[in-house]
């Protein structure tokens, strides 16, 4: 089937809400063509920057969250890691302009700490530039563990518990999903994983509780607008029940 049909028969659907990607593959795209995996990330680059420009522009949903590099990434040798520090860098400065003005609300997400400091600044910066957008919200995962966000959460919570003085009985559930660095984002309705692993690899564990999940063995420096749309099909024909009975 035409782009243009797929697009059309799936903007006639149910669309969800929050979609997140794990874009798993790279290592493996580059190994395939005897290219070094730096090639692989730099591939997986263009690949973001292709499925944010056709979300964006084709308004297909509100929020998208991108996972980056995991909290366990870290263990990688050390010139990847910097690598794909690098092109993120890149990424940011060198779109900054097209973001802004196509509406884009920069978000990211995870442990800035650690992160070299010109990638921490071209962040602050295009966060702050794009604050006030109200298009597609981007939330890019970066040194990020749903398991650190949580932990995170709780020593934030019990810290506002002591000086705002409220008990245990107070924590509820939107409470508690305020605290999350996801706080402005919803719930997730559809995760998509690229490269063939079925696992969630501790990306946003809260938010995904009744996330659809999509696998598929694409790996991520070829997913196309089309392998999009495939997924998105495939989430509109998925009977969402949450718990309860259809
Ligand atoms: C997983 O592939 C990919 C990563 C750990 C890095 C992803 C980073 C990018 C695509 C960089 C740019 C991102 C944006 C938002 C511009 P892998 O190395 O685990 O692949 P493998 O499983 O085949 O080894």
Do not use: C
């Amino acid at each position: 089937m035409q782009l243009d049909a797929l697009l059309a028969e799936i903007k006639d659907g149910v669309l969800p809400v929050h979609v997140g990607i794990i874009m798993d593959g790279n290592g493996r795209w580059a190994k395939s063509r005897g290219l070094p995996r730096l090639e692989g990330h730099r591939q997986g680059a263009l690949a973001a920057e292709r499925i944010v420009r056709f979300v964006a522009k084709e308004n297909l949903f509100p929020y998208l969250t991108l996972f980056a590099f995991s909290t366990e990434n870290w263990s990688r040798p050390k010139a990847e890691v910097e690598g794909i520090f690098r092109l993120l860098e890149e990424f940011l400065r060198e779109k900054a302009d097209e973001l802004v003005e196509s509406g884009v609300k920069l978000l990211v997400i995870g442990d800035h700490s650690r992160l070299p400091d010109g990638l921490r600044e071209a962040i602050r910066e295009l966060e702050e530039r794009t604050s006030r957008n109200r298009g597609l919200t981007l939330a890019i995962a970066l040194n990020f563990g749903g398991k650190w966000a949580i932990l995170r959460a709780v020593r934030d919570l019990l810290r506002a518990a002591r000086s705002v003085a409220f008990g245990p009985e107070e924590v509820r559930e939107e409470l508690f999903r305020a605290y999350l660095p996801t706080g402005e984002l919803p719930d997730m309705d559809l995760l998509i994983r690229t490269g063939g692993r079925l696992r969630v690899s501790n990306f946003l564990l809260w938010e995904l509780a009744y996330a659809e999940l999509y696998f598929t063995d694409t790996l991520w420096p070829d997913f196309t607008e089309e392998d999009l749309l495939l997924a998105l099909k495939d989430f509109q024909g998925r009977e969402r029940s949450f718990g309860g009975v259809r």
